[in-house]
T-cell receptor
Framework: DAKTTQPTSMDCAEGRAANLPCNHS???????VYWYRQIHSQGPQYIIH???NNETNEMASLIITEDRKSSTLILPHATLRDTAVYYC?????????????FGTGTRLQVTL | DVKVTQSSRYLVKRTGEKVFLECVQD?????MFWYRQDPGLGLRLIYF???????EKGDIPEGYSVSREKKERFSLILESASTNQTSMYLC???????????FGPGTRLTVL
């Protein structure tokens, strides 16, 4: 799996968009970009994933650069409940048991 | 909604005790995983299973074993607990055809 690099921490004002970057410069053609988050004392929660096209769901948007070497997770209107650690992972989605390797992620603090 | 439950949120055991951590999922997922999470080390895979009675070692299987007698249940066993196994243990499940893993709430195990 390609190594990913994320900033250690970020702050965002409530109601504003939170843009969380991730670098994955060694990503291979068949590796997907996945985003999870972990709110304190809870298990990780899946947010979104993509291969090369931008994706959007009810939680967030994922923007992947054309060369696929980086991506940005966007929470369009951050709330206090979005305070969490966000993990970016590059992984092959083989359809069988794909293990996840979480790094240390980005700690997002949403403030009033 | 997919639900992954773990038998305990908090557990305290003594060194040398045999410890069972149970995980149950209700969505008929083929794949199940056990991770441990430690500060500064992120999430590390202990074992996973892609079918009943099937198991595969993850990155840190030493000191652990697993059991998958039924599709919905995946048990993690610490044969003789040691203090370095004090950690947060997370169970997850994933369908073969799906993309994301669904995590349980975690069990915080303390070995004294």
């Amino acid at each position: 799996d390609a190594k990913t690099t994320q900033p250690t921490s970020m702050d965002c004002a409530e109601g504003r968009a939170a843009n969380l970057p991730c670098n994955h410069s060694t990503i291979s053609g068949n590796e997907y970009v996945y985003w999870y988050r972990q709110i304190h004392s809870q298990g990780p929660q899946y947010i979104i994933h993509g291969l090369k096209n931008n994706e959007t769901n009810e939680m967030a948007s994922l923007i992947i650069t054309e060369d696929r070497k980086s991506s940005t997770l966007i929470l369009p209107h951050a709330t206090l409940r979005d305070t969490a650690v966000y993990y970016c992972i590059a992984i092959i989605n083989t359809g069988t048991a794909s293990k996840l390797t979480f790094g240390t992620g980005t700690r997002l603090q949403v403030t009033l | 909604d997919v639900k992954v439950t773990q038998s305990s949120r908090y557990l305290v055991k003594r060194t040398g005790e045999k410890v069972f951590l149970e995980c149950v999922q209700d969505m008929d997922h083929e794949n199940m995983f056990w991770y441990r999470q430690d500060p500064g080390l992120g999430l590390r895979l202990i074992y996973f299973s892609y079918d009943v009675k099937m198991k595969e070692k993850g990155d840190i299987p030493e000191g652990y074993s697993v059991s998958r007698e039924k599709k919905e249940r995946f048990s993690l066993i610490l044969e003789s607990a040691s203090t370095n196994q004090t950690s947060m243990y997370l169970c997850a499940s994933r369908p073969t055809s799906g993309a994301e893993q669904f995590f349980g709430p975690g069990t915080r195990l303390t070995v004294l």
